[in-house]
Nanobody, 116 residues
Framework: QVQLVESGGGLVQAGGSLRLSCAASGSIFSITYINWYHQASRGQRALVAS???????NYADSVKGRFTISRDNAKNSGYLQMNSLKFEDAGVYYC??????????WGKGTVVTVSS
């Protein structure tokens, strides 16, 4: 069994930064990818960043150049550094971690609020 714990959300002013964390615990084997998704209020959950086992990254156009995804394999954790935050970045951020031999796991989400 695997559990994902997200942290790092909160209130930030537009133009500010936050760093989200997603820590996996339990029976961890063969993590393949780590994804971060964004869901605005009553919006669709959309992939904003991904990172592979070897560290290859990809970003949605809306966050490219502002967000950075990373991982710490020793800690079984993924991170999303969010800079230059905009009002449209507000919402719930979910991590998802894929495994080679089992199901993918979702975090419960962490809320990001962007204020003026």
């Amino acid at each position: 069994q695997v559990q994902l714990v997200e942290s790092g959300g909160g209130l930030v002013q537009a133009g500010g930064s936050l760093r989200l964390s997603c820590a996996a615990s339990g029976s961890i084997f063969s993590i393949t990818y780590i994804n971060w998704y964004h869901q605005a209020s009553r919006g669709q959950r959309a992939l904003v960043a991904s990172i592979t086992t070897t560290g290859s990254t990809n970003y949605a156009d809306s966050v490219k150049g502002r967000f950075t995804i990373s991982r710490d394999n020793a800690k079984n954790s993924g991170y999303l550094q969010m800079n230059s935050l905009k009002f449209e970045d507000a919402g719930v951020y979910y991590c998802k971690i894929g495994f080679a031999y089992g199901p993918d796991y979702w975090g419960k989400g962490t809320v990001v609020t962007v204020s003026s």
